[in-house]
């Protein structure tokens, strides 16, 4: 098996940094024949910015430099806060046991002696791969979990811990761009109901076949949608007025009442009941928050709810 760079491409470049123009170009044009892509920088403030820029999984550097050395260079590379690892080998002439301690605890992963055997830097390198790949590997998987945990995993939606994070950002924003933003809570009226006749697995049908009535009438990408309680979702409108949240919220109860629920021997009426709260940002409203934006909602929907279902409730916050 062939295991050379060439048969197993770099996506990344690596960023060299050191001040000795010879060293530089003879390490660039080793990993070039050995196929990598290299960008290089002549000290640490180049290097740092150079680094700022892109994205270097992989990072080799000289130690003593002027302006900023490796060691600093080490620690400023650590202190970035992008999320993503970056494997650092550190080059020096320097090989005292004290110094390969001050280089680890700077921040390197390896230590390599100058003139670096290109062999050796190879395996280096490998090994860098290696832990970038695997590193990559688990910050997916931990994205993976963390977007199952913001997810109700009935309905497909988001959940509660989702909205309750979000909605103070989607308040923010509208402040800052003085755009509109509104909610509607919907209560499905006959849950308790479709359970009593047909068991758990009915009410779990009726809930996912609301959320997708929901997700299917709502703008892609722009609005979305969480379920905050046993039979309660809520719909995000960033955007959009009351007038315009009551104009969907019409739509929303025409569609969840379209759904054919219950057994071909007894088919139920689907009713659900809607609060509306509409929200423009001015300066008479800072401090505005989600506690008191979701008060207006729910006071709107136990009014809907009061009447006996079915019906929708709005406001305007002013």
């Given at each position: ?81 992008s999320g ?79 909205m ?47 959320a ?77 928050s ?6 207006k ?22």
């Open positions: 098996m062939n295991d050379s760079p060439l048969a197993h491409p770099f996506a990344h470049p690596i960023l060299i940094v050191d001040d000795d123009n010879f060293m530089r170009t003879i390490i660039e044009a080793g990993l070039k024949a050995a196929g990598y892509q290299v960008v290089v920088a002549r000290n640490g403030h180049e290097a740092l910015e150079t680094f700022r820029s892109g994205y270097y999984p992989i990072v080799m550097t000289d130690w003593v430099m002027p302006e900023m050395d490796g060691l600093e260079l080490c620690k400023a590379i650590r202190a970035d806060d993503r690892y970056t494997y650092i080998i550190l080059l020096t002439s320097q090989g005292s046991k004290n110094d390969l301690i001050a280089g680890l605890d700077a921040g390197a992963d390896e230590y390599l002696v100058k003139p670096p055997h290109q062999q050796e830097l190879l395996t280096r390198l490998k090994t860098g791969r290696r832990i970038i790949e695997l590193e990559s590997k688990l910050n997916d998987f931990a994205r993976q979990v963390e977007s199952l945990s913001l997810v109700d995993s009935l309905t497909g939606v988001f959940n509660k811990r989702y309750e994070e979000r909605i103070p950002s989607e308040i923010k924003r509208a402040y800052r761009y003085g755009r509109a933003l509104s909610v509607i809570m919907i209560s499905i009226d006959c849950l308790d109901r479709f359970v009593t006749a047909g068991g758990y697995l009915a009410g779990d049908n009726l809930l996912k076949g609301t997708g009535c929901l997700t299917e009438s709502v703008r892609k990408e722009i609005d979305w949608i969480a379920r905050s309680a046993e039979d309660r979702f809520v719909v995000v409108l960033p955007e959009t007025d009351a007038q315009g949240a009551m104009i969907l919220a019409k739509r929303l109860r025409i569609r969840i009442a379209s759904q054919v629920a219950g057994s071909q021997e007894q088919e139920h009426k689907v009713t659900a009941s809607l609060g509306v709260a509409g929200f423009t940002p001015s300066g008479e409203k800072e401090g505005f989600m506690q008191m934006f979701f008060a909602a729910e006071e709107c929907l136990q009014q809907a709810l009061a009447e006996g279902g079915d019906a929708i409730k709005g406001v305007q916050i002013k």
